[in-house]
Structure formats: C-alpha cells, structure tokens
Nanobody
Framework: QVQLVESGGGLVEAGDSLTLSCAAS????????MGWFRQAPGKESEFVAA????????SYVNSVKGRFTISRDNIKHIIYLQMNGLKPEDTATYYC?????????????????WGQGTQVTVSS
C-alpha cells in the first residue's frame, strides 16, 4: 500500500518561511518523480513543483520560482518543499504526489498517489 503523509504546514506571516515534508511508505519512492500541488479555496488545483528521480532535475510554477525549493532524500524516502518569502497568495492546502515515471510532469493525471494535504496560511 502506498502512503504519502505531508507535514509542516501552519499559519505564518507574509515574508516568513516554512518547510513542508512528505514521507513516503512502502515501495513507493525509487524510480518515481515526486511533486507538490496546492489548492486554494474556490480555486482549481495548481502544480507547484516537481523533482525527478533521483533528483537531478526540478521544475516550478513561475509564481514560486526563486522562493520555493523542492528536494528529496532517497534514503529516508522524504520530499521537502522549502518555502521562503511566503505571500498571502500562497495560502492553500498543499499536497504531495508520486509521479508515474522517473521524469516529472506538471499535470495531475501524471501522478498516481496523493497525500492528504497540509494547510498553509499566510497572513498579510
């Protein structure tokens, strides 16, 4: 059974930093890209960042480039999303997901397992 469990969300002020973590259990990590998506209330789910297997390439949505960094620990089976310079528009529930292949994609249909999400709220 594949399980992805996010943690690290919270309530912060604009300009603050947060690091989200996503722990993967089972035979879930090797040979799969990983990604982060987010969904704000009343909005469509949005791709945020992705990292290939084993972690040599990354991709970001334009709105977070230079502020967010995705990384992975292939020993501990954890992916991270370091978020700096947070803005109120970053407020959303953040989900990690496992990609279907080694190479990352930006569309939800290219991911097959999802976590339950962690809430990030940024006050102005």
């Amino acid at each position: 059974q594949v399980q992805l469990v996010e943690s690290g969300g919270g309530l912060v002020e604009a300009g603050d930093s947060l690091t989200l973590s996503c722990a993967a259990s089972g035979d879930t990590f090797a040979w799969h890209s990983m990604g982060w998506f987010r969904q704000a209330p009343g909005k469509e789910s949005e791709f945020v960042a992705a990292i290939s297997w084993p972690g040599t390439r990354t991709s970001y949505v334009n709105s977070v480039k230079g502020r967010f960094t995705i990384s992975r620990d292939n020993i501990k089976h954890i992916i991270y999303l370091q978020m700096n310079g947070l803005k109120p528009e970053d407020t959303a529930t953040y989900y990690c997901a496992r990609g279907k292949s080694v190479s990352f994609e930006r569309t939800k249909t290219d991911y097959d397992y999802w976590g339950q999400g962690t809430q990030v709220t940024v006050s102005s």
